[in-house]
């Protein structure tokens, strides 16, 4: 994988345990020595520097321990912004943010969720997904929450995906990765934003 650099970025040495349940716990009390309002908001600046031209995105609505992006949904309005919602079989549904309006409900792990019947959005036209991550890595691989949900949408996807997450969670060391695991194309953290491409002779 080539790493394209755009900011002042310095990836994260990882603990000498490497099982993704320990990793888990480690960058979960890792997070909370960390600012996340002051670095979300660093986030969402970053977000409208380069989400300048319609298109449609696929987001998400944080936990208390994930980066917040509530802030660009009604700032950056020439993007058409898709939100999720847990579906059967561990799915994602996607809603349209723009006509959701007040059709929400918390889910018992505090997420802000559309109702189901809130309008929906193609999943298949989006141009980009920003998705949460516990942890990434220079080579595109994503450390979630255990869950499988965005491994399994990702698997049914094309467009480009940028994990988004503190620069104290990009790691410099590889992450372990499982056969159905999805990498990503880019980190975008408080610190700039780094494009992940395949390598030319691969």
């Keep these: 994988m080539t790493v394209v650099q755009s900011g002042n970025l310095t990836p994260h040495r990882l603990p000498p345990t490497y099982d993704k349940g320990s990793l888990r716990f480690y960058f979960r009390q890792l997070r909370r020595g960390l600012d996340l309002e002051t670095i979300s908001a660093e986030i969402c600046r970053g977000l409208g520097q380069r989400l300048r031209h319609p298109m449609t995105v696929l987001a998400y609505m944080g936990t208390p321990e994930e980066i917040r992006l509530d802030a660009v949904f009604d700032q950056l309005s020439q993007i058409r912004w898709g939100i999720p919602r847990c579906g059967p079989g561990r799915s994602l549904i996607w809603h349209d943010y723009g006509q959701i309006q007040d059709q929400w409900v918390i889910t018992p792990y505090g997420i802000r969720e559309p109702m189901p019947e809130s309008p929906q959005l193609d999943a298949s036209r989006a141009d980009l997904i920003l998705v949460p991550a516990l942890a990434c890595d220079r080579q595109g691989s994503r450390l979630g929450y255990g869950g499988g ?36 194309n880019g980190v975008l953290t408080e610190d700039g934003f780094w494009s992940i491409e395949p390598d030319r002779d691969t």
């Design 149 to 184: 949900y965005y491994d399994r949408f990702l698997a049914t996807c094309s467009a480009p995906t940028w994990g988004i997450l503190p620069q104290a969670c990009f790691s410099l060391d590889p992450l372990p990765q499982d056969p159905w695991d999805r990498g990503i």
